[in-house]
C-alpha cells in the first residue's frame, strides 16, 4: 500500500516537472520567435542626424516610427550621392539583417533599380520617385501644397514685390515647389516675382548666405529656401528680411518669420512601415500624402500676418482638398506657354517626375 503511495506521488512529480517544463520551453520559444520575427529597418543619410533640418526630420521620423511598430532601427550617415558609397551602405545594412530600407536623398534614386536587384527580398524606399524593380517604391509629402499657402503669406507680406527662392538644382522636386510658391505669392500679389538661384548644393551655408546679401542688394525683401538646412533662414532674419522655412523649424526666430511649409514626416512613416509590416504595402503605386493626410501643415503665424491674408489661405486651402489641386486650371509658364488649361488638373505622374518648366512669375537669378 505505502509502495503505491509512493509510486502515485512520484507520477504527480514527474508530471508537475514535466509541465513546468514545458512552460519554460513555450517561453523561450515565444521569446525566440519574437526575436526572429522583429524587422530590421535600415535608412541611408545625406548627412547628420542633428542637422536642424532634412536629415534630422527623417532620421526621428523613422525611428519613432520603428519604436510605434517594434522594429529595430539601423541609420547610416553622411553618405553621398554616389554609387559605390551607397552600394556599401546598404551592403552594410543587408549584413545586418535589414529587409526594409529607406532612401533619404534624392540623388540615391538613381542607384535604386540596381540595389534592389541586387538585393530582391529587401523592399526599397526612396524619396526620389525612381526604381522600376518590383521590390521599389517611392514616398514622399505633398510639400507643395504648403508651399503654395506660404507663398500666399510671402506675397501678401512683400513690400518691394521681389522674393527670393534658393536651392540646390532643379530637379522635378524643388521646381514644383519653386511653382507653387510662386502661385501663392502672386494669388495675394500679381505683381510681384520670384528671384530663384541654384547653388548647386543641399549643404552650403557660405554660398547660401552669399546669394540671400546679393538678393538683398537687388531689393528682395521676402527670403525662402529648399535645402537641408536653413541656412538661408538665418542669415536673411538676421538682416532684418521677411522668411518662410521649409521642412523644419528648430528654433525661435524674429517676426520676420512669416510662417513655415511643414512636412510632418513622423505622419508619413508611420502610415509606410505600418503598411510593410501588415503586408499592406502596394509596390505598384507610390505614397504621396498631403494636406488631407496631415502629412503636411503650416507653422503658425507671425504677429506680422493679416487676418485677411489667414483667410485667403483658408479659402485657399479648402479649395486644395477638393478636386482643385494647386496645379488646376490655366497655368502659363515664364515664357507664356500653356501648360495646363482651366477646366484640367496637371497629373500626379507628371507633377512628381516630369516637371521641368518655371511658371509664370518666377525667373532665375544669377
Known sequence: MKNDENFIKIIFLFLGSLIVLSIVVLIISFRSGSEKDTVSVGAVFIGEPNDHGWNECHYHGIKKACLEQSCRFYPIMNIPEEKEPLKDAVSELAFKGCSCI????????????????QYPDIAFYSISGKGTEKNTVSYFARMYQVR????????ATTKTNLLGYITSQPIPETIRSINAYTMGVRKANPSAKVLVSY????????????VVKKMC???????????????VIDVADDMGLYTTGYDFVYKDYSDCFLTAALINWDVLYEKVLSDYISGRADF???????????????????????????ALVESEKKRINSWRDVFSGEIYDNEGYLRCDKDERINDHDLFNNMDWLVEGAEIYE
Open 102 to 117: 529607406f532612401l533619404t536623398s534624392y540623388g540615391y534614386g538613381d542607384y535604386m533599380d540596381s540595389l534592389a536587384k
Open 148 to 155: 503654395y499657402l506660404a507663398g500666399i503669406v510671402a506675397g
Open 199 to 210: 547653388v548647386g548644393s543641399w549643404n552650403d551655408s557660405v554660398k547660401e548666405g552669399k
Open 217 to 231: 542688394d537687388a531689393g528682395v525683401d521676402v527670403f525662402t529656401h529648399h535645402q537641408d538646412a536653413p541656412y
Open 284 to 310: 505598384s503605386d507610390n505614397y504621396w500624402l498631403g494636406l488631407a493626410d496631415n502629412a503636411v501643415s503650416l507653422y503658425p503665424y507671425s504677429d506680422l500676418v493679416t487676418e485677411e491674408t489667414k
